[in-house]
């Protein structure tokens, strides 16, 4: 079957690190996604991971072990903008065409 | 029209009647999503489209039909709403099935009573 875990909350400081963990089990894996989405607004790219290891983007980077189904999205130098919900998402292509599978969100605080 | 777009914005709607969710994109993308958004649920795919002139089931497709006429455009359609279908709906698209990043519109809140 296809499942995907990422903590429910996380709260952080402004400035921090902080690191949201994702793990993953689909028969098909073709790809992992990480999505930002404010409240009330529209889910946004943050990163793809296909190949094992880090992907790097500004502030943010996110980490792939496929042997594992493990990634996670770091992020650094937090911002109170920085507070919204995470998104990891798999695309899976078991059944010959590509779906996507989101997990069921984690939604970060960060605090001055 | 930039990017992706939505409509209506939000709509309540008795239980048992039809309602069609517009979506259109002008980028030119080939693939197409919809997907509904519930607490503590996350995002589930309702249908896809990987090109003009075909669609495919997604995670819950039950009580929802699309179409693909076109490239720019991929109406849902509730047939009968039921109270279950209350969710925030989002369209989607990306360059291409196996597209890097989804581009999501708006979202559309719909309420059925």
């Known amino acids: 079957g296809q499942n995907i875990d990422q903590p429910t909350e996380m709260t952080a400081t402004e400035g921090a690190i902080v690191q949201i963990n994702c793990t993953y089990q689909?028969?098909?894996?073709?790809?992992l996604f990480w999505y930002q989405q404010h409240a009330g607004e529209a889910p946004t790219f943050l990163s793809y991971?296909?190949?094992?290891g880090l992907e790097e983007t500004g502030r943010f980077s996110s980490f792939l072990s496929r042997s594992k189904g493990y990634s996670y999205l770091l992020l650094k130098e937090l911002q109170m903008k920085d507070s919204a919900s995470y998104f990891c998402?798999?695309?899976?292509?078991?059944?010959?065409?590509?779906?996507?599978?989101f997990g069921t969100g984690t939604r970060l605080k960060v605090l001055a | 029209i930039a990017g992706i777009t939505q409509a209506p914005t939000s709509q309540i709607l008795a239980a048992g009647r039809r309602m069609t969710l517009r979506c259109t994109q002008d980028?030119?993308?080939?693939?197409m999503y919809w997907y509904r958004q519930d607490l503590g649920l996350g995002l589930r795919l309702i249908h896809y489209?990987?090109?003009?002139?075909?669609?495919g089931k997604g995670e819950v497709p039950d009580g929802y039909s699309v179409s693909r006429a076109n490239t720019d455009d991929f109406p849902l359609t509730l047939a009968s709403a039921v109270p279950s279908q209350t969710s925030v709906y989002f369209c989607?698209?990306?360059?291409?099935?196996?597209?890097?990043?989804?581009?999501f519109g708006p979202g559309t809140r719909l309420t059925v009573l």
């Open positions: 989607a698209s990306s360059l291409g099935q196996g597209g890097n990043e989804q581009f």
């Open positions: 689909t028969s098909g894996f073709n790809g």
């Open positions: 991971n296909v190949l094992d």
């Open positions: 998402a798999v695309r899976d292509d078991t059944s010959g065409t590509y779906k996507y599978i």
């Open positions: 980028m030119r993308h080939n693939a």
């Open positions: 489209s990987n090109t003009a002139g075909t669609t």
